[in-house]
């Protein structure tokens, strides 16, 4: 049996709920107590190119993300994201040195849609950006947006075609939380089968469905002869009805794994910051979350269903109707006309 290793996303992922605003003094706090927890891999934010703000967890250079990291603690990994559909463009990135994050996670599309909206490949689109990023000497992670959209053999064919560029990881993602654990472990051993050894699998997971932390339990203990990587955040906090809970699954980690996170100090984050974010805007399972994940629909149907409290069978009516590309790319206006 491979390691396990946990990484954090909570600064990441979690900045979908509060626009990344978490306050220069918490990301720098936040991320401080995460390592002091023994998290093995600590997300610090997103790479995108646009302005940077200082109390905004997205940063448009190596720079800001070192100031954020400061002192590196041996054995933590320190990790950014990048997003192929809206990237820091390569030129901009400056190579990878000691005081840098060590990884650069990049979401990849299977799809896209052009300025006609016409539906194009963009798998080739990810891998040369993915490339540039090993180039630049960063550890890489593949993340594919959405996994339930690839059929077996389309999926095969994405992990041996990033596999060619020798990634930290490949990952198995529920972007939208419509899988269950059954379904997840398909993928999982698909990219086992299909990927060489030192690649480790990683396991992206959403609550829409209350499927995360099964999901990531059923990995655990397929024991798969590789190393595994599974993200969690404090509290869940995440796009959609919110991420894995790292302090659920760290102490389950603890005694099933024989690991020594200290949860203490992730249960200090809660307190002193992601409870706050919560009171002002929540998350978690609700039924409207649960519909869009029933079918295959952008989670941000289900936030704008609660707080517009629209009746739940005139929002599923609507989610039934929604066409394949409104299913994928949030229009608020498709609810606004149901309300009138």
């Known amino acids: 049996m491979g390691r396990i290793q946990l990484l954090d996303c909570t600064l990441r992922d979690g900045g979908y709920i509060n626009d990344w605003c978490f306050g220069e003094s918490a990301i720098k706090d936040i991320t401080d107590k995460m390592v002091q927890s023994g998290v093995d891999i600590v997300e610090i934010g997103f790479l995108k190119n646009e302005p940077y703000q200082k109390d905004r967890c997205v940063f448009n250079s190596v720079e800001q993300v070192k100031k954020v990291i400061g002192k590196k603690k041996e054995g933590v990994k320190y990790a950014v994201m990048c997003e192929v559909v809206n990237p820091l463009p390569l030129e901009l990135l400056a190579p990878a040195d000691k005081d840098s994050a060590d990884i650069i996670r990049v979401i990849i599309w299977k799809t896209k849609h052009d300025e006609q909206g016409n539906v194009v490949d963009a798998l080739q689109e990810g891998f040369e950006y993915c490339k540039g990023i ?12 959405r996994v339930s959209q690839y059929s077996d ?123 706050d974010v919560y009171a002002i805007e929540p998350w978690g399972y609700s039924i409207p979350f649960y519909l869009t994940a029933r079918y295959e629909c952008n989670p941000n149907y289900a936030r704008y269903c609660i707080k517009n409290e629209l009746p739940i069978s005139l929002f599923e009516n609507a989610l039934k109707k929604l066409n394949a590309f409104d299913k994928i790319i949030y229009s608020p206006k498709i609810l606004e006309d149901i309300r009138k």
């Open 134 to 145: 090993v180039e630049k000497g960063y550890k890489l992670c593949v993340q594919p947006a």
């Open 153 to 275: 053999k389309e999926f095969v064919a994405m992990v041996k075609q990033f596999s060619i560029l020798n990634p930290l990881a490949i990952y198995v993602v529920d972007s939208w939380g419509t899988q269950n654990p059954e379904n997840l472990l398909h993928y999982m051993h698909l990219a086992d089968e299909n990927m060489p050894k030192h690649i480790s699998l990683g396991y992206h997971g959403h609550n829409n469905m209350m499927q995360a932390l099964a999901a990531a339990q059923t990995m655990i203990h397929e024991k798969f002869q590789r190393d595994i990587i599974i993200d969690a955040s404090v509290y869940g906090i995440g796009r959609g009805a919110g991420n894995l809970n790292i302090e659920i699954i760290a102490k389950y980690m603890n005694e099933q794994c024989g690991k020594q996170y200290d949860i203490e100090k992730i249960l200090r984050i809660y307190e002193n910051y992601i409870k």
